[in-house]
């Protein structure tokens, strides 16, 4: 039992690293970031690029988020600032023209073959876990969700910053007012959720696909969460991710044909009757 | 005056047999392939592979058939059946002697369909899909791959030759999945077999480590995996990472091969899989392609590569060997072909199907040495033609 839920929050973790750029990016700018999973296969391939040049598994996981968190800055300050004013199709239409062109550079770049991303060292093998084997490299994602769960929470929550973020998000023109620049501090976001994006694609690398459209297989998962979850609530965010988690782990063992089935329907029940998310504290709260 | 009417008509025939034979001609400067493959996504490396290995058959042939330069069109079937009978459709539309393709079997299926309505032939190099030389055959649709079935029977002996006895399945949750797996329950049984559990994950499942628990946790001595591509290295990744492969066999078809090597890394060593082609193969003829292959592209040749080659080779030796530009004339010839020419020894078409019989390959990952790529595969059981396909009906 205790193997399973282990196995289980390691699985939200994972989840939860996928959406948790998606969902900070909705949440403080309130833009749908469809080019979240392009974002993601970026990250996998610099991480695999920057292991080629190093062999440091480290140094892929630190410049990996830094450069996408740069590109990230770029693609805000030239294609999303225009478009806050009008309507959301408009930065649907433009984040979705970012797949395309960010699908098309990975392929000139790396071409279309699979790329690997091996374990680092140390954490190969498994662990016995109250009869189950667990992966080492299994509890390092969970770590890692755990601390940018943490993070994040921390950083919005309880800093100036994130005071300031928070501030400038609901009320942009009051904060406008005191001296604040507010393009810069949604510049500051967006390059942080491209920066936790390619974060998710280089601790996943080592346990999912790196391949050219590997964004678009994890886009659904990612707003299955996020919407649990309640649009941009990172607290909602980790509490569905690992909602969504247990349900597969103990899900496999006791109605293995009927887990896509109650999680869709969970997704379509709360859209329906809890809009705000499943676990969120109350409507307006978004952290 | 009746002879000299006689001799004026035959003049005017003569002339105009003359004057249409010419246009006749010119319309048939060139021999145009329509290549209907993935090119982008998740399955473009494999369309990529396939462009590959088709042009190089029309290069190493000098480029030409039926005395004129064989021209190939390539679209993008975006691995979607909708997509790929629209680009199918406009290559049609633009002229082409033959199409080429398609990667999945459902566009293949799909394709199958315009081209019979237009009666032009096409060539299957990849799709396994037992419909498409079953009950979807059409006159006009040749596949010189392996087949569902015929992976099935690898898989089966391979079970019965490594002695094992209790398989655990794992199969990607989609028709063709379920379909496979069905198949291959039969014919393990048929080896006394015995299936102990099975899981059938959704296509593009992200997470296996539940099942992989339940895999270890079972007395099974085998894994089946029925999955492809991104699904199959997410098992094989995650399966590795607890060390699966070390506790039970894992085979699969098409699970591994040093394409998916690249994206499996060092988990790969152990697996098992069906191959349809490997670059191994001792025969003069496999051997000059692989040679050019790396000649031109700087790596050799992998399945997909190398099936495109064999089928495209051939069906151009058909048709050349015909002498005629009607498309029924080429049908009518493949239809009772031979090739002793294959890469992969002889292959023989089935007019009663239109399915290539041929050898089948089995191999197991290995690490390789310098040149050979870092997850190579060993040939390691090699099954012949009649144990694969039943006889036709």
């Known amino acids: 039992m205790i193997g399973t839920i282990l196995i289980g929050l390691s699985v939200a973790m994972l989840l939860f690293l996928l959406a948790a750029g998606l969902t900070l990016i909705f949440g403080m700018l309130g833009v749908i970031n469809f080019a979240h999973g392009a974002l993601y296969m970026l990250g996998a391939f610099v991480a695999f690029e920057v292991y080629n040049q190093t062999q440091s598994f480290c140094a892929a996981l630190l410049l990996a988020p830094i450069l996408i968190a740069f590109l990230g800055a770029v693609i805000e300050f030239f294609l999303l600032r225009p478009l806050y004013d009008r309507d959301h199709v408009e930065q649907l239409l433009m984040t979705f023209g970012l797949i395309l062109i960010l699908e098309e550079a990975v392929r000139l770049i790396w071409g279309l073959g699979y790329r690997d991303l091996p374990l680092p060292q140390g954490f190969d093998g498994s662990i016995p876990v109250m009869g189950s084997d667990v992966a080492v490299y299994r509890i390092f994602l969970l770590a890692t969700g755990v601390a940018v769960g943490a993070g994040l929470f921390w950083l919005i929550e309880r800093t100036r910053l994130g005071m300031v973020l928070r501030a400038a998000m609901s009320h942009p023109a009051m904060v406008r007012a005191l001296g604040i620049r507010v393009d810069r501090v949604r510049t500051v976001v967006f390059a942080l959720g491209a920066a936790l994006a390619a974060l998710a694609g280089a601790v996943a690398a080592p346990v999912l696909p790196v391949q050219v459209g590997m964004g678009f297989t994890i886009i659904v998962d990612c707003f299955v969460v996020v919407i649990l979850g309640g649009l941009g609530n990172i607290r909602g965010a980790i509490a569905a991710a690992i909602f969504l988690g247990l349900l597969q782990a103990f899900g496999q063992h006791f109605f293995p044909a009927w887990i896509e089935v109650v999680t869709y329907t969970t997704l379509i029940l709360v859209l329906l009757i809890r809009p705000q998310g499943l676990f969120s504290l109350s409507a307006g709260r978004k952290a | ?393």
């Open chain 2, 1 to 393: 005056m009746k002879n000299g009417h006689g001799s004026l008509l035959a003049a005017c025939v003569a002339g105009l047999m003359a004057v249409s034979g010419s246009a006749y001609a010119a319309e048939n400067t060139e021999f145009k392939v329509g290549g209907v493959v993935a090119l982008s996504g998740a399955y473009g490396v494999i369309g990529e592979a396939m462009q590959k290995g088709a042009e190089l058959a029309v290069e190493m042939r000098g480029g030409k058939v039926l005395g004129v330069p064989v021209v190939f069109q390539w679209e993008d079937s975006e691995t979607k059946p909708q997509a790929a009978v629209q680009k199918a459709t406009r290559l049609m539309a633009g002229g082409v002697n033959m199409l080429f393709g398609a990667v999945s079997s459902g566009s293949t299926l799909a394709v199958m369909k315009i081209t019979e309505r237009q009666k032009i032939p096409l060539l299957v190099t990849l799709s396994a899909s037992d419909s498409i030389t079953g009950e979807a055959m059409t006159r006009y649709t040749f596949r010189t791959s392996n087949p569902v079935n015929m992976e099935n029977q690898m898989m089966a002996k391979f079970a019965s030759r490594d002695g094992l006895k209790k398989i655990y399945g794992v199969v990607a949750d989609y028709g063709v999945g379920r379909e496979m797996w069905d198949n291959l329950k039969a014919k393990l049984k048929d080896q006394n077999v015995e299936i102990i559990a099975e899981d059938y994950p959704p296509l593009g499942n992200k997470d296996y480590s539940i099942i992989i628990d339940k895999v270890l946790k079972s007395d099974a001595d085998g894994v089946a995996m029925i999955m492809t591509g991104g699904d199959a290295i997410t098992f094989l990744k995650q399966s590795g990472q607890v060390g699966l492969k070390d506790q039970k066999a894992v085979f699969g078809t098409m699970v591994m091969d040093e394409l998916m090597g690249k994206a499996v890394g060092n988990m790969s060593y152990g697996v098992n899989s069906t191959l349809r082609y490997h670059y191994s193969i001792d025969n003069p003829n496999n051997n000059a392609f692989v040679k050019a292959f790396q000649e031109k592209y700087g790596e050799l040749p992998n399945q997909f590569a190398g099936e495109a080659y064999d089928g495209m080779a051939w069906f151009l030796d058909v048709v050349d060997s015909t002498g005629s530009w009607d498309s029924e004339d080429w049908v009518n010839a493949f239809e009772n072909s031979t090739y002793d020419k294959s890469i992969e020894g002889t292959k023989v078409m089935r007019k009663c199907d239109h399915q290539a019989a041929q050898i089948g390959v089995f191999g197991k990952a290995v690490k390789g040495e310098a040149p050979m790529p870092e997850v190579t595969m060993e040939v390691t059981h090699r099954f012949d033609a009649d144990l694969l396909f039943p006889a036709c009906q």
